[in-house]
């Protein structure tokens, strides 16, 4: 099994700034992609931002210039730094990622981390 913790988060101001950890740990060949997703109230999950394993990233037009997402293969975690936020920002963001597992077998599977609860307001 694979575990994805998560920490940071909190309470910003609208134009401050804060950053979320995710670490992977347990049964790991290797970790694919790795990103951060996010659910408002009352809304569906949506993509946020995510990073191949050779660096390669995507970001929600909403986030885009303003978050940045990086990863440290050897740590199995990935970053997410939240710049310039907005009210609508405020979600509980969530980690996910794409892991090989194994051996002497290996299989594929998606995981999710527990949330963490990300607040803007003044």
């Known amino acids: 099994q694979v575990q994805l913790v998560e920490s940071g988060g909190g309470l910003a101001q609208p134009g401050g700034s804060l950053g979320l950890s995710c670490a992977a740990s347990?049964?790991?060949?290797?970790?694919?992609?790795m990103g951060w997703y996010r659910q408002a109230p009352g809304k569906q999950r949506e993509l946020v931002a995510i990073?191949?394993?050779?660096?390669?990233?995507n970001y929600a037009h909403s986030v885009k210039g303003r978050f940045a997402i990086s990863r440290d293969n050897a740590k199995n975690t990935v970053l997410l730094q939240m710049n310039s936020l907005k009210p609508e920002d405020t979600a509980v963001y969530y980690c996910?990622?794409?892991?090989?597992?194994?051996?002497?077998?290996?299989?594929?599977?998606?995981?999710w981390g527990q949330g963490t609860q990300v607040s803007v307001s003044s």
């Open positions: 996910n990622a794409g892991v090989l597992s194994g051996p002497p077998r290996y299989w594929s599977s998606a995981y």
């Open positions: 990073i191949t394993e050779d660096g390669g990233t």
């Open positions: 347990g049964k790991i060949w290797k970790i694919n992609v």
